[in-house]
């Protein structure tokens, strides 16, 4: 297992991708979420353009948060109207990957399809959808 310290990133160990795990504040609950940085190698380096976006990730988390849980709750709207639950009971964040080009998505649990899961991008385009859809 190859195992390396990022300045951006911090430690993290080669699992078919750069991963980690992080404790995070997203809608409102702490989570301990996967972190994986895209790489086809593990002597593949990670990418400016994922370290800067995981900065970001980093910084606007706040937003990041807000804004998922507001696109995931007009996804469960327009496709599970006659639901009762919160948005926070039915989708729990799992893991971010940080692809090459610096993009990312955040991966959901999601009660209504355990098979599929959910995906949310904010960047370049806001989306959420099946977890296909993303990778």
Sequence with gaps: MNIIKDPSFGEMKYEHSWTKIQ???FWGKSHSLKIKVKAH?????????QKDSY???NKNIEYISKRSLELVNEY???FYKYTELQPEDIVTPQSVIFKQDGT???LC???YDEEHGLGITLSPIEQVGVQ???L
């Design 41 to 49: 190698k593990n002597n593949c380096e990670i990418t400016q353009k």
């Design 104 to 106: 990312y998505v955040i």
């Design 76 to 78: 469960i709207k327009n």
């Design 132 to 134: 296909d859809i993303f």
């Design 55 to 57: 900065e970001q990730f």
């Design 109 to 111: 649990n999601f009660i």
């Design 23 to 25: 404790e995070i504040t």
